[in-house]
Structure formats: C-alpha cells, structure tokens
C-alpha cells in the first residue's frame, strides 16, 4: 500500500470524542473540520474546529446518522479524511465505502473487516473457526428453562444498547422486542439475540492495532468489569484480573486478540473484546471496529497515541519497532450526567460549572502521577435529550494501582459540578471499596452493592452543608442591601455577623456584634433531596450559636465562601448557586465532597403541587410504550410507561399497590421534563 498524503481531518462525530481526535489533528499540523447538529451548534468541539458543517435537525437519524451528510460536508469544507470515532457510523461498512467511493481517505478498518464483526452473530462463527473461545449463540424463540439466565443482544452496535438479562421465559419477549427497538434506534438494525448470560464475570479487552504491511500489534488488555447497564463505567490497564491470576493468561489473550485480527484481515485500531470468569479462561464477546472510548488507559500504559497511529495506518504507513508494552497502571472513570440511585436515570440541563482539579493534561498524556481529562463539556454546555449524557472521562495514570485509584478518587471528590446530576459520588465510593481495591470485582458489582447502599454517606454532610449555605445566603443577602428587616435591625444594634472574622475584641472576652438582650435564632430552609434541613443561628457572646450543633466557630463568611472552626479545626467551603426553573440551588463544595441544596421557599404556589401518586417525566423524551389503561389495578414497581431518550428506554414504575386514575400521554407522544404521566391512586388518606 502506498502512502497517502492528508491535509484536513473530518470527524463525523460530536463531542467529547471529537475533541480528543482533534487534538491529535493539530500536534500533527492537520485542519480540522467538525459537523454539528442544532442541539451541538454551540458546543466546544464546534468552536475548536478550523471549520464546521452544519446538520439541520437534532435527532441521531437526522444528522450524526446520515453518511450522505457528512460526505458532502466534508467535500465542502476541503477535508481530504474522515474519522469516525466512536458510536453514531463508526462500525457502519456501508458508510466505510460511501467514504472511499467519495474518493476520501478512510482513518478506520477495511469495510469488508468492519461488516465481517459487524453481525455479532456471524462474528463468533469466525472466531470460533479461527480458534478463540466463544459461547454458543441462542435463538431467542429457541430459549428453554435450562438456559436461563440468557443475555438479549443487540447484533449490531454496542455500548449495552439493546441488551437485557432474562431471568425467566415469560419475561422473554417483552426483553427481545425492547432490545430490538433501541437497537433500530441507536444503530439502524433491530436483530437481537441471545447467549447464557455469565452471572459473575469480568470484562476483559486487547487493544490491537495492525498495519497495511502485516504487523499486527496487541497493546495490552484492558478490564471494565464495573458497568452498570451494560455500559462501563470504570475502566484501567493493565487488568487487575490478569495480574492477580498470573501465568499465561496475559499471552494466551494477546494471542486471540491478534489471531481475532488477522481472521479479518484487519487494519487499524480495534478492540477484541472476552468475557472472563475468575479462574481465567475466556470467551469471545464481540470486536469493536473502531476507536474505544477507554482507549486513553492504554494510550498511559503504553505511552502510544493511538488515534495517531491511525492516522499513520490510514496514510499507509508502517508500525514500527518493538509491540508496546504496559508501564504503571492507569485508570479511567466516566462521568455522566445520570443519578444512579434513581435507576441510573439520565440528566438534562445546563453544565453551570465545571471544574476538575489536579489535571496535567487534557486529551494527552498526563505524565506519571499526573491527571488526564477527556471532556465534551465546559462551564456554560447544555446536556439535552439526543445524544449519550457521558461529560467527560478523568485518567490516573500512577506506578501503581493503588496510587492511581487514590488520584482519581481524589480529583473526583474535589472536583466543581455544577447543574446536573452526576455519578460523581458513586465513581468515588467505586474506586474506594474494598472489593474494587484488592482487583476481584466483577460485572455483577452494582447489583451487589446497589448505587444508594454505595454511597450512603458521601458528600458533604448535609446539615453541616446546610449552615455554610445559610451563611453565604446571609452574606450575599447583605452584599446586596437585600437582607430581611429584623436581620438588619439586629446588625445595627450590634448583634448581626460580620463577612468576616473581626479584628479584635472591642472589650476583653466580647466579641463584636454581641449584645446582652437575649436574640432569636434567625432561620433559612434547605432540602437536600426529599429531607428538608432548618438552619437555626444567632450571633451571642461566644460567637456563632448554632441550633442543635456544637463546636462551631464563624472565622469567615461571603457569598461564594465560609470558613469554620469545626471543633478546632478549620474548614473552607466554596458556595455556587443556579437556577433550575423556579427553584434555586446551590452547591456547597469542600475538599472532602460537595452537597446539593435547594432554598425552600416560605410559601408555596398551590399550582406548583402535583397530585398525590402523579408520576412525572424526569427528563424530556419520546413515550414509546404504555402497558395500563385508566382503572388498572397495579402493584408497586410494577412498569406503567416507558420513555425513549439518549438512545435508550426507561421505564416509569408504580409507586405503591393502588389503580390507575389519569394515564394523560400517548405512544410518539413527545413529552417535557415534568409531565405528568399518570397518576396512581393508593387509596391512602
């Protein structure tokens, strides 16, 4: 294969993966050239490209789907290249060879190898033939007891969309027909089938490279057992798996990962993928044809650029020198905009703040005990309904193992977010547990430690919280002249706070702002989820009196800060507020976690309550399927709706036994965040 020559990259992707590729892009002196949809038109993967195409609509299928799009915004911009990255058309061969037919230069594999792994299912007859390992194909209408549990699998496509585990015959076909579906929406193919689902095992992966010219590289595995949903959450290399069994296990992957590549013909980045059980023998799940999200652990251990080296295997270049292999241990855990306690349920709005301490490099190497940041988003993005809620992906990268989870830990639970639930808390407790720490966690580590067991008491103790907040309200109340009647009475006659600690004593033993006329405690309300928090305070001859708590000692107070003597020792917060419709929020961030507030108002508006038993949409979607009627009798978590958003249905449950008194939607029906979907009626009081 001759070398081609390349002056303008096309990423036919969003996000944060086109950033990372762009990135590349730039320290190689190629243009860059990005597509954008209406909902991404002010994203920062758009501001960065040399230059940008637009796709009118926002809908996958409308835009990041249509190859005949991107094509003629890549041949109207100049670009002479197109890389996929990862989801949308990536695995896509008939979008390969529109490519190729464009008379552009494809940075991926040879189409022909992409639509040879792009049927899961004959993808395992090759392996199988080729000598890796495989587990036996089901046909979902074949599927008898004795193979329970079974896994539903979508045959095109990845990243746990369409996939369910079955646990029982009768819950078979509603699994296959809602696999099939999110499978058709997300990749365009609704066949499904099925394997026997492995109740325990560990994901483990080999990233393998191979060029024009016969070199096939296998850089090394990586494990992503903790996923939830069937979508990885945290990722590293090398895979504590492999090191703690030892022996052969590593050279026997590497081996099927390569002979995995050369049963194809492959060319380019790839990832074979094997699921494996605690002994160490394996099987082969699928082949990802294209660039991993998780390929920045590797890229640490090996110190490759890979989406360089992609480049280079496009232009038809040679590897070179000696298969890389792994140094230190680096570790990756992705941030999404979700809240896992609330059955993983994706979030929608705008990233207020976006803050993460202690990176050393962002889209690159981080160096040793360094901090990496792959991220789609800054202060200011909005997050909406069309398109996968990952934020970003925070690398350690460490001599040790360790090390590097006790980095990451730390740059998580000190990092600024703001706007948006995320998992934050969730990462954190992960790469703290015992289980994770002495490498033996599997795949079934979320099911075993449920999200609202794991992080029972992370973050920022809530009432505690809730008195630094009450303090920057009272602060920023009194920055703006706004501050209640009675609070400004009480200052000027010597009672009120300071914004920070006075000078001196005026007398010996009294502090400034005391008087000896008894004052009342001044009161601000939180809610911290669905618990309500009441701050009590006052300012008396010791100082700050806090109602119900002791050792607390005012050093400083404004608007976006407090300091606190907390039984001696010193404690500084940062306090951000935003807006999220009428209600008001703020965040109370420390370096030992952050909690959410909301101000609860004095009064509430009547028209602001929903009826007892109302079950509302918690994010904007599409109703894809309604399973009652008005009068049903239902029991408690039994489904009653389920809404399609960001590539994936999620089902809204019953509360409580009860029937089915208002079901207001219908199936296509697009519905806002806070609809009303249906209303239960428990028969309580």
């Not at 059955?343 to 490099?361: L, M």
Request: hydrophobic letters at 45%; aromatic letters at 6%.
């Amino acid at each position: 294969m001759s070398e081609v020559s390349m002056t303008s990259v096309l990423v036919a992707n969003r996000g944060e993966i086109a950033r990372r590729i762009f990135a590349t892009c730039r320290r190689r002196g190629l243009d860059t050239v990005a597509v954008f949809s209406d909902a991404d038109a002010d994203s920062p993967y758009v501001r960065e490209a040399d230059a940008a195409v637009r796709l009118p609509g926002a809908a996958p299928a409308e835009t990041y789907l249509r190859g005949d799009l991107i094509i003629a915004a890549a041949k109207r911009a100049g670009a002479d290249a197109v890389h996929p990255g990862y989801g949308f058309l990536s695995e896509q061969a008939d979008f390969a060879r529109a490519v190729q037919a464009a008379g552009l230069v494809w940075i991926g594999p040879d189409p022909a190898a992409i639509a040879a792994m792009g049927s899961k299912v004959a993808a395992k007859a090759r392996m199988a033939a080729a000598g890796v390992p495989v587990l036996a194909d089901l046909d979902p209408s074949a599927v008898t007891g004795a193979d329970l549990p079974v896994l539903v699998k979508a045959s095109a496509g990845g990243g746990g969309r369409g996939m369910r585990v079955v646990r029982s015959l009768a819950a078979l076909p509603d699994a296959v027909a809602s696999a099939s579906r999110e499978a058709a929406a997300a990749f365009g193919d609704p066949t499904v089938f099925c394997e026997r689902y492995v109740e325990s095992g560990h994901h483990v992966e080999v990233q393998i490279l191979a060029d024009a010219h016969g070199t096939v590289w296998a850089l090394g595995e990586r494990e992503c057992s903790l996923q939830r949903r069937h979508q990885k959450v945290i990722e590293e290399a090398p895979a504590p798996l492999v090191e703690r069994i030892g022996g052969d296990l590593r050279a026997r992957l590497l081996a099927a990962g390569r002979a995995a590549a050369a049963a194809v013909g492959y060319l380019g980045a790839g990832t074979v993928e094997f699921l494996a059980d605690s002994a160490g023998e394996f099987w082969f799940l699928e082949m990802n044809t294209r660039l991993q999200v998780e390929h920045p652990v590797t890229e640490c251990v090996t110190g490759v650029d890979l989406v360089g080296l992609q480049l280079d295997v496009a232009a038809g270049r040679a590897l070179t020198g000696a298969e890389p292999t792994m140094t230190g241990h680096a570790i990756e855990a992705r941030l999404y905009a979700e809240s896992p306690a609330d059955d993983w349920r994706p979030q929608t709005g705008t990233v207020v703040t976006f803050d993460i301490p202690h990176v050393t490099a962002r889209f690159a190497d981080p160096g040793p005990d360094g901090i990496r940041l792959d991220s789609g988003v800054e202060d200011g993005s909005v997050v909406g309904t069309h398109y996968d809620a990952m934020l970003a992906k925070v690398v350690a990268y460490a001599p040790s193992r360790e090390a590097a989870a006790r980095q990451l830990a730390a740059a998580l639970r000190r990092a600024r977010i703001h706007g948006l639930t995320t998992n934050r808390d969730l990462l954190v407790a992960s790469l703290r547990h015992p289980e994770f720490l002495a490498g033996t966690a599997d795949t079934g580590f979320y099911a075993a430690h449920p999200p609202v067991a794991l992080t029972a008491g992370a973050g920022l103790e809530p009432a505690l919280g809730a008195l630094v907040a009450a303090l920057a309200d009272a602060a920023a109340d009194r920055a703006a002249g706004s501050e209640p009647a009675d609070a400004a009475a009480d200052r000027a006659a010597g009672s009120g706070p300071a914004d920070t600690a006075p000078p001196g004593p005026l007398l010996p033993g009294v502090r400034s702002g005391f008087r000896n006329i008894p004052v009342g405690y001044r009161s601000r309300s939180y809610a911290a989820g669905a618990d309500e928090i009441e701050v009590r305070y006052r300012f008396g001859r010791t100082g700050l009196e806090v109602d119900g708590m002791t050792g607390i000692d005012l050093v400083e107070a404004t608007a976006g800060q407090v300091v606190l003597d907390v039984d001696g020792v010193r404690r500084r917060w940062r306090v951000g507020r935003f807006t999220t419709g009428d209600e008001h929020r703020l965040v109370v961030d420390g370096p030992h976690g952050s909690v959410e507030l909301r101000r609860v108002p004095r009064f509430t508006d009547p028209a602001a309550q929903v009826p007892a038993g109302a079950l509302v949409a918690q994010l904007p979607g599409t109703v894809v399927r309604v399973q009652v009627r008005v009068g049903d009798a239902v029991v408690a978590g039994q489904a009653l709706v389920w809404l399609e958003a960001m590539k994936m249905e999620h089902a809204v449950h019953a509360p409580a036994d009860g029937t089915v008194t208002d079901l207001p939607v219908l199936v296509g029906q697009q519905v806002a965040q806070g609809t009303l979907l249906a209303v239960v009626d428990s028969g309580g009081d």
